[in-house]
């Protein structure tokens, strides 16, 4: 999740970086937790109050505070033409403008939990059939395909082509494949391409449904998150503080993630650029003070949610589960 709000700083550096796998492993991770311990209905009925809830509630409060922001800040902006072109955008669901079948706005962050929800569903569909690899990937190509057409509501074609990233990280866990120790050449090989795709600019942008070239953007996204998951796990051992601030953000995703999208559409980092330079304030200055905002928001929402009951049921809040013993030497 701090690599989604890093793509939203604005900062190109920052984006050429966290596009070559940020979604991806979002998606992967999800599959790798992903159970299929309760039958299909019950558990999407499930995945319903856990994602859409929060996102209609989400939704609604992020107009409020748009509409309220917009009134103040930018009264040139009609601010209630806005709001109704802003609950158009939440009733469709879409995570970035389009003008097919018609004009389309975007919703921002908020796409991930329309597109989860669907990623699951077709990722537990698969499960059922003789060939869930084969089944994905169909599943994926439809949606990738289709979005070339037309734009369809709630994000179903980005949660489409999630739903292959879901199944690898599902795979990944049955065959308890970050249990192993990788070979060293291979760990070399996927950091040359990695950065080698970082220079060429390899991306992948699920939102959107875009691959920038096409299966080389696909696997150069799942060889940046096994190493960021390699990385994490001898962060997990070696940084012990930095492995407790992320297992609790991670642990707190959904929570980050309503709140970050509520930041990210009413306050665009952007405006920062244009507000503070003209004062004298460096733009590495900047870069960096929109990257404290973007942590403290969330924390702050965290902060809240983790007290206040209604919030807690809203997002499903369960304890924070500690970091693992650390591991001993051999």
């Known amino acids: 999740m701090l690599c989604i709000i890093a793509g939203h700083f604005g900062i190109v550096s920052a984006e050429r970086f966290v596009f070559t796998f940020h979604v991806p492993l979002f998606f992967l991770l999800s599959g790798y937790f992903l159970s299929t311990k309760v039958s299909f209905l019950p558990f999407m009925k499930q995945k319903a109050r856990q994602l859409l809830v929060p996102y209609y509630v989400t939704g609604v409060l992020l107009l409020i505070v748009a509409t309220v922001v917009n009134h103040f800040v930018w ?48 990722t537990r ?14 599943i994926a190509a439809a949606g ?65 449904c875009f691959l920038s070239h096409g299966l080389l953007s696909i696997a150069t996204s799942i060889a940046a998150s096994y190493l960021v998951v390699l990385a994490c796990k001898v962060a997990e051992q070696r940084l012990r503080t930095v492995s407790r601030f992320l297992n609790f953000f991670g642990q707190t995703t959904l929570i980050v993630m309503c709140f970050h999208a509520i930041y990210d559409f009413c ?54 589960s500690p970091l693992p013993e650390r591991k001993s030497a051999a």
Not at 87 to 105: D, M
Not at 125 to 138: E, G, H, I, M
Not at 284 to 294: D, E, P
Request: hydrophobic share 55%.
């Open 75 to 122: 009264p040139e902006i009609d601010a209630l033409n806005n709001a109704k072109s802003m609950l158009g955008a939440l009733l469709y669901g879409s995570g970035a403008p389009h003008s097919e079948p018609f004009a389309i706005r975007q919703i921002g962050l908020l796409w991930f939990l329309w597109a989860l929800f669907f990623s699951t569903g077709f």
């Open 125 to 138: 569909l698969a499960l059922k059939t003789k060939c869930p690899l084969l089944t994905v990937c169909l």
């Open 144 to 208: 990738w395909a289709s979005a070339k057409v037309t734009w369809l509501p709630f994000s179903i074609q980005p949660g489409a082509m999630a739903s292959f990233f879901m199944y690898l990280g599902f795979l990944a866990r049955k065959h308890g494949i970050l249990d192993k120790k990788p070979p060293l050449a291979l760990i070399v090989a996927l950091i040359l391409l990695w950065i080698a795709s970082i220079y060429f600019g390899v991306s992948i942008n699920i939102v959107v």
């Open 267 to 320: 306050f665009p980092n952007l405006m920062l650029y244009s507000w503070l330079e003209p004062f004298g304030f460096p733009h590495t200055a900047v870069s960096v003070l929109i990257l404290v905002l973007n942590v403290l928001w969330p924390l702050l929402g965290v902060f809240v949610s983790l007290r206040v009951p209604l919030l807690r049921k809203l997002f499903s809040v369960r304890p924070i």
